[in-house]
């Protein structure tokens, strides 16, 4: 027999790919309850309703998304490179986000390890800056919302070979989208 743990961390597995593959209108708890091996019953149990499941495991892909990419002061331009290498090998965790920004929810702030991320991003920002690595006209925030972007630009991209599996072209793409961050934080002369 599972323990409640088990039986949890497989309802989530199982609501994680329904959810991306489907959003949250189109997911079907059957289905989820189906491929966990759970009764929608313990299913219910667990998470009460299905927004609350989904919002669940939003909350968790976007911790997980937060926790792989790290921005050190010493080199802004490579979280880009983090961001792009996430979006790459955890495309599901991408999804989770897009479905839950479609569907309308609000996102908390992602923590990683009980902190808040976007706190420990501003300051390297800061320190940056500080030590004449990033330009001062940047806005941390705004910074690091143009960053992410640029990481996420081959994952949100309409090209069809966006998920192309030659190293060539994800290491050429990578580079392309950290040389892109250094460029724009690169300090005015």
Do not use: C
Not at 53 to 62: G, I, N, Q, S
Not at 66 to 83: K, M, Q, R, T
Not at 93 to 117: K, Y
């Amino acid at each position: 027999m599972r323990r409640r743990t088990e039986l949890r961390g497989e309802i989530l597995s199982a609501a994680r790919a329904e959810f991306a593959q489907y959003g949250l209108a189109g997911a079907r708890i059957d289905r989820i309850a189906r491929n966990a091996q759970a009764s929608k019953e313990r299913l219910y149990a667990h998470f009460g309703d299905k927004e609350t499941l989904f919002r669940e495991v939003v909350a968790d892909d976007t911790a997980e998304f937060f926790a792989a990419i790290n921005l050190h002061h010493s080199n802004i331009a490579e979280f880009v490179g983090d961001v792009y290498d996430v979006a790459r090998n955890h495309p599901a965790h991408v999804r989770m986000i897009t479905w839950a920004r479609l569907e309308g929810f609000t996102l908390d702030e992602p923590t990683a390890d009980g902190r808040p991320v976007f706190a420990d991003t501003i300051a390297a920002v800061r320190a940056a800056q500080a030590a004449g690595a990033v330009d001062p006209w940047w806005e941390p925030a705004t910074l690091i919302i143009i960053l992410v972007g640029i990481g996420l630009a081959w994952a949100n991209s309409p090209d069809p070979s966006s998920a192309a599996g030659d190293g060539t072209v994800v290491a050429r793409r990578r580079a392309a989208a950290v040389e892109a961050a250094g460029r724009i934080i690169a300090t005015r002369r």
